[in-house]
T-cell receptor, first 116, second 113 residues
């Protein structure tokens, strides 16, 4: 079974608008971490935001926020005030377990295109 | 701020040749991770090292090997290259206090012809 599901292969948004990228996850662990990475066309992977399963508040980093709904097992990324430079692939990832391995499993990604 | 450095950035090899990819982690980062990302695919974890010892192993083929050196840089050695090895190879690093924050390098794009 897929551990990370990103159901939106592609998304379009107008510049300056907000956009939500969906991510659902599957785990039986109580302790886990959720990540979002951005991959522009140049190829590098850029760490955006992290949410721990025990974190009570949603993580925020500048224009990025993670809408963490534990009961629904969802960890959607919200980008406020989209910019043209936000056009990229976005990967949701999860690290399971407490301690030990910190190896994330990635979803298939969502391609975001920001229109002027 | 210093980032993860990978070299070379691009590499073209023929089938059955060998390749060595290098990774220089962010200063004071003690853990290095290697990932392979095929065209249109998500990154797949290969192997990781903590304090020069292998810490986790993923879907790394037996034809590949890796190590971390005393200065914490790491090398991924790939032998008997196959066409399917063509991919973007990422190195990431993290430190002991922030294991969940893996910072990726720019990647090495390997093309096997």
């Amino acid at each position: 079974a897929q551990k990370i599901t990103q159901t939106q292969p592609g998304m379009f948004v107008q510049e300056k608008e907000a956009v939500t990228l969906d991510c659902t996850y599957d785990t039986s662990d109580q302790s886990y971490g959720l990540f979002w990475y951005k991959q522009p066309s140049s190829g590098e992977m850029i760490f955006l935001i992290y949410q721990g399963s025990y974190d009570e508040q949603n993580a925020t980093e500048g224009r990025y926020s993670l809408n963490f709904q534990k009961a629904r097992k969802s960890a959607n990324l919200v980008i406020s005030a989209s910019q043209l430079g936000d056009s990229a692939m976005y990967f949701c990832a999860m690290r399971e377990g407490q301690g030990g391995s910190y190896i994330p499993t990635f979803g298939r990604g969502t391609s975001l295109i920001v229109h002027p | 701020a210093a980032g993860v450095i990978q070299s070379p950035r691009h590499l073209i090899k023929e089938k059955r040749e060998t390749a060595t990819l290098k990774c220089y982690p962010i200063p004071r980062h003690d853990t290095v991770y290697w990932y392979q990302q095929g065209p249109g695919q998500d990154p797949q974890f290969l192997i990781s090292f903590y304090e020069k010892m292998q810490s986790d192993k993923g879907s790394i083929p037996d034809r590949f090997s890796a190590q971390q050196f005393s200065d914490y840089h790491s090398e991924l050695n790939m032998s008997s290259l196959e066409l399917g090895d063509s991919a973007l190879y990422f190195c990431a690093s993290s430190d002991a206090l922030h294991r969940h924050e893996q910072y990726f390098g720019p990647g090495t794009r390997l093309t096997v012809t």
